[in-house]
């Protein structure tokens, strides 16, 4: 079971930029893809990013529309979540995921373990 921890964010202003990560702990990280995810209250939880196990295939929510990028170090069993020109709409808790398989999806249902979740929240 992977034990994944999320952090980086807060409370930021209109056109700010974060840098959201996830530590990952277990073993052989670079066999699991990742994927970040937001949830606002009383909202589903909505796919966000997802990269593949080797950090070459990316896919992203068509909402994204260049503003985030996703990357990883396999290395330091980290994943990243950088967020540019922030709008109020992207307030939200944002979680890691991780996928038992290297290839990236963009369904909820293929991911198994779960972080905790980093409150974003975007003033205008």
């Known amino acids: 079971q992977v034990q994944l921890v999320e952090s980086g964010g807060g409370l930021v202003q209109a056109g700010d930029s974060l840098r959201l990560s996830c530590v990952a702990s277990?073993?052989?990280?670079?066999?699991?893809?990742m994927g970040w995810f937001r949830q606002v209250p009383g909202k589903e939880r909505e796919f966000v990013a997802s990269?593949?196990?080797?950090?070459?295939?990316?896919v992203y929510a068509d909402f994204v529309k260049g503003r985030f990028t996703i990357s990883r170090d396999n290395g330091a069993y980290v994943v990243f979540l950088q967020i540019n020109n922030l709008r109020p709409e992207d307030t939200a808790l944002y979680y890691c995921?991780?996928?038992?398989?290297?290839?990236?999806?963009?369904?909820?249902?293929?991911?198994?373990?779960w972080g905790q979740g980093t409150q974003v929240t975007v003033s205008s």
């Open positions: 995921a991780s996928r038992r398989g290297p290839f990236v999806s963009k369904l909820e249902t293929d991911f198994g373990s």
């Open positions: 990269i593949s196990g080797s950090g070459i295939t990316k």
């Open positions: 277990g073993r052989s990280f670079s066999t699991y893809a």
